[in-house]
């Protein structure tokens, strides 16, 4: 099943205080972005009192769904912007022609290696690295590495999510690509037995993880930080892969075509803000890109990989990523 979600927020009223017409921006975004818990609707009510703009999300899964979604509606989408489209992405939806560049002056404060798109159509906004997450109480000796993750002793331990529909399961992917190279497919038919079930988006997956399913699942290297922050417990924690951690950056973009341009300009200015950062942060659980920000202390819960590992050759472009989607589902059909 994939999560359909829309929130809204209370009519826009100007700075004069008289009412108007309702401002509204149209924000595609990932499901955890906007949910209750997450940092969608703390920036929605900081974004309304700066700008008198009402923002309204629409999360129709996991962000590949949002990129998905975007391209059957090219020409004719109500989205004003998009959030969450990451750098694994970032092929497709240039190829798509869906977005328009906007080259904020918030870059300021954005090191240079997170800027992963110098066309500037996908900007920045927080980032992380993929990592396997476990239940200390239920497994206290996690699995050290990749290869470990096949061993007998983890049969349907883990908890994944699908590449098809998930950037973190399309990340995890990846991941196995950039250590394995083209011996990924052995690869994961060494992994199947540990794999418990495969989720459609991350949310689904962390909820069956933290309801006690599987002792482990695909993550964060920061998801720990929420346990930390807002449960007071140090049970679950990121496991460190001596063959290290592929990175994450999710990103913004104005969508073509919008109505909208100068409000969507502003909201993507105030995602770099440092009040947005923070909100970032604290409810999204991922690292800022505004590097001025200070992290809360329960950040220091986190997973900081010894080893980090990229794609030799670059991220694939949309025709590579349909190939080794079509490889990845054949070795679940052998």
Same mark, same amino acid.
């Given at each position: 099943?994939?999560?359909?979600?829309?929130?809204?927020?209370?009519?826009?009223?100007?700075?004069?205080?008289?009412?108007?017409? %309702? /401002?509204?921006?149209?924000?595609?975004?990932?499901?955890?972005?906007?949910?209750?818990?997450?940092?969608?609707?703390?920036?929605?009510?900081?974004?309304?009192?700066?700008?008198?703009? $009402?923002?309204?999300? &629409?999360? +129709?899964?996991?962000? @590949?769904? @949002?990129?998905?979604?975007?391209?059957? %509606?090219?020409?004719?989408? &109500?989205?004003?912007?998009?959030?969450?489209?990451? /750098? !694994?992405?970032?092929? $497709?939806?240039?190829?798509?022609?869906?977005?328009?560049?906007?080259?904020?002056?918030?870059?300021?404060?954005?090191?240079?290696?997170?800027?992963?798109?110098?066309?500037?159509?996908?900007? +920045?906004?927080?980032?992380?690295?993929?990592?396997?997450?476990?239940?200390?109480?239920?497994?206290?000796?996690?699995?050290?590495?990749?290869?470990?993750?096949? !061993?007998?002793?983890?049969?349907?331990?883990?908890?994944?999510?699908?590449?098809?529909? !998930?950037?973190?399961?399309?990340?995890?992917?990846?991941?196995?690509?950039?250590?394995?190279?083209?011996? =990924?497919?052995?690869? =994961?038919?060494?992994?199947?037995?540990?794999?418990?079930?495969?989720?459609?988006?991350?949310?689904?997956?962390?909820?069956?993880?933290?309801?006690?399913?599987?002792?482990?699942?695909?993550?964060?290297?920061?998801?720990?930080?929420?346990?930390?922050? #807002?449960?007071?417990? #140090?049970? #679950?924690?990121?496991?460190?892969?001596?063959?290290?951690?592929?990175?994450?950056?999710?990103?913004?973009?104005?969508?073509?075509?919008?109505?909208?341009? &100068?409000?969507?300009?502003?909201?993507?200015?105030?995602?770099?803000?440092?009040?947005?950062?923070?909100?970032?942060?604290?409810? &999204?659980?991922?690292?800022?890109? /505004?590097?001025?920000?200070?992290? +809360?202390?329960?950040?220091?819960?986190?997973? $900081?990989?010894?080893?980090?590992?990229?794609?030799?050759?670059?991220?694939?472009?949309?025709?590579?990523?349909?190939?080794?989607? $079509?490889?990845?589902?054949?070795?679940?059909?052998?």
């Amino acid at each position: 099943m994939i999560f359909c979600l829309t929130l809204t927020f209370p009519l826009a009223v100007r700075g004069n205080g008289d009412k108007s017409e %309702e /401002n509204v921006l149209n924000v595609y975004c990932y499901d955890s972005f906007s949910s209750e818990w997450g940092p969608g609707p703390v920036i929605a009510e900081s974004f309304y009192e700066v700008y008198g703009i $009402r923002l309204k999300f &629409n999360a +129709p899964g996991d962000a @590949v769904t @949002v990129l998905n979604q975007l391209i059957l %509606e090219k020409g004719k989408s &109500n989205a004003d912007i998009v959030v969450g489209l990451d /750098n !694994s992405l970032l092929i $497709r939806a240039l190829s798509a022609g869906i977005l328009e560049p906007y080259e904020s002056h918030a870059l300021d404060s954005v090191p240079s290696e997170l800027v992963f798109d110098e066309t500037y159509h996908l900007l +920045p906004f927080d980032y992380g690295y993929f990592a396997v997450c476990y239940d200390s109480e239920a497994m206290p000796v996690p699995p050290a590495s990749l290869e470990d993750l096949t !061993s007998d002793k983890y049969t349907d331990s883990l908890i994944l999510m699908d590449p098809r529909t !998930s950037t973190p399961g399309l990340g995890f992917l990846l991941w196995t690509i950039a250590v394995y190279g083209d011996g =990924w497919p052995e690869y =994961w038919q060494r992994l199947r037995p540990s794999i418990l079930t495969i989720t459609e988006s991350w949310s689904q997956g962390y909820t069956l993880f933290t309801a006690g399913e599987a002792p482990m699942v695909l993550s964060y290297g920061t998801s720990p930080v929420y346990h930390t922050e #807002y449960e007071g417990t #140090y049970r #679950y924690r990121a496991a460190d892969f001596s063959d290290g951690h592929i990175m994450q950056i999710e990103g913004m973009g104005i969508v073509s075509g919008t109505d909208n341009r &100068n409000e969507a300009e502003l909201f993507i200015d105030f995602m770099l803000s440092d009040e947005a950062q923070i909100a970032l942060a604290k409810y &999204n659980i991922m690292l800022p890109v /505004n590097s001025e920000v200070t992290l +809360p202390q329960s950040f220091e819960t986190s997973l $900081r990989p010894g080893k980090k590992v990229s794609l030799s050759g670059g991220y694939p472009d949309a025709d590579e990523i349909e190939g080794l989607i $079509r490889q990845w589902t054949e070795v679940f059909r052998r």
